[in-house]
């Protein structure tokens, strides 16, 4: 049996693609899922993932995940996906990012307040979030789960796990905060209540959480934030949307590079082996893909567009199984020295 971790990324409705890859790693019996850390969409894919495993094993995972992407608007009229059938989605996003209807609704996300709509303000994540199944969520069965956000307060981070992972928790986790009201948990450290915003600033997904003994050295991250574009950012959208990528990705490479760096001294003789954790890394993603799409397909769940992105999941995974599946638990697929060199 090969023993990973995941490590998921946040990216609004392009979280499908992270759907595809948990359904394609479902595929393989060999393959265990001990501990997934997840911000955002992927704190919500990581919560169904363990929710269906506790409960009907991996078989419960894929309905759980599936039903997910349902809420989040995978399925949609019938008489409307059939003429979306007809068009490209990544034509379709384009179409969407310069629709009027969008450039309005992205303005008013720049000049109104989430606390201006007063009483009528509503999460709508919330009714997504309440159909998990909490007590198999939080049950100490399966892998173990890990979401992140961020204290307003502080600006550090917060790592929820066990009995803290509530629908608070996960909507704190995904909370934008032009978009949606700050999410207040009470912190038992603090001793008082806090205010969270989206777990992106701070650890997009914090990968430190699985650096523990009882966990397998193999961390599989999903990424869903391309960490590189060759086009310029020129319109107000692609550059807004270019700053969240950087900085939603910039936690999660100086994790990268501490881990790069520890590797080292593990390598020149520095550091002794086995004061510190192995991690091995590897990395799943499709940066071409993100490239082409648009900031509109993160907000707007298309579900043309979502149905793609899992099958391109899906695909990814398949790829990554085929190249380096016999490389999970030997070696890091990953060159972090090359990344940072």
């Not at 023993?3 to 948990?22: D, E, K, M, Y």
């Not at 060759?230 to 990528?245: A, K, M, W």
Request: with cysteine; proline share 6%.
């Amino acid at each position: 049996m090969r023993r990973i971790n995941l490590a998921l990324q946040g990216g609004g409705a392009h979280g499908a693609f992270t759907w595809g890859v948990l359904d394609r790693l479902l595929d393989e019996p060999d393959v265990e899922v001990a501990a997934i850390t997840g911000t955002s969409a992927g704190a919500l894919n990581g919560a169904a993932f363990k929710a269906g495993m506790v409960a009907a094993g991996r078989e419960g995972a894929r309905a759980a995940l599936d039903g997910l992407w349902r809420r989040m608007g995978a399925q949609a009229d019938a008489r409307l996906t059939a003429w979306m059938r007809a068009l490209d989605p990544f034509h379709l996003a384009r179409m969407l990012e310069h629709s009027p209807m969008f450039a309005a609704a992205d303005l008013a996300t720049r000049l109104v307040s989430p606390y201006a709509y007063g009483p009528f303000y509503s999460n709508p994540l919330r009714p997504v979030v309440e159909g998990f199944d909490f007590d198999c969520v939080h049950a100490c069965s399966g892998p173990a789960l890990f979401v992140c956000a961020t204290c307003v307060r502080s600006g550090k981070i917060r790592v929820f796990e066990g009995p803290e992972i509530t629908t608070d928790a996960i909507l704190a986790s995904a909370c934008l905060p032009t978009l949606f009201q700050a999410v207040r948990i009470h912190d038992p450290k603090s001793g008082r209540e806090e205010a969270y915003w989206d777990g992106g600033y701070t650890g997009n997904p914090a990968l430190f959480p699985l650096f523990n003994r009882d966990l397998p050295d193999d961390v599989v991250i999903v990424n869903i934030n391309p960490l590189e574009r060759d086009d310029l950012p020129v319109t107000p959208q692609q550059i807004h949307n270019r700053i969240n990528e950087i900085s939603f990705n910039s936690s999660l490479l100086r994790e990268l590079r501490a881990i790069s760096f520890v590797q080292r001294l593990l390598e020149d003789g520095t550091l002794e082996r086995g004061r510190m954790s192995r991690v091995l890394v590897h990395m799943i993603a499709d940066d071409a893909l993100m490239n082409s799409l648009s900031v509109a397909t993160k907000l707007v769940p298309v579900p043309q567009v979502l149905l793609r992105l899992k099958e391109a999941g899906r695909e990814a995974a398949g790829r990554f199984l085929e190249a380096h599946k016999l490389d999970l638990g030997t070696r890091s697929t990953v060159d972090l020295a090359e990344m940072f060199g």
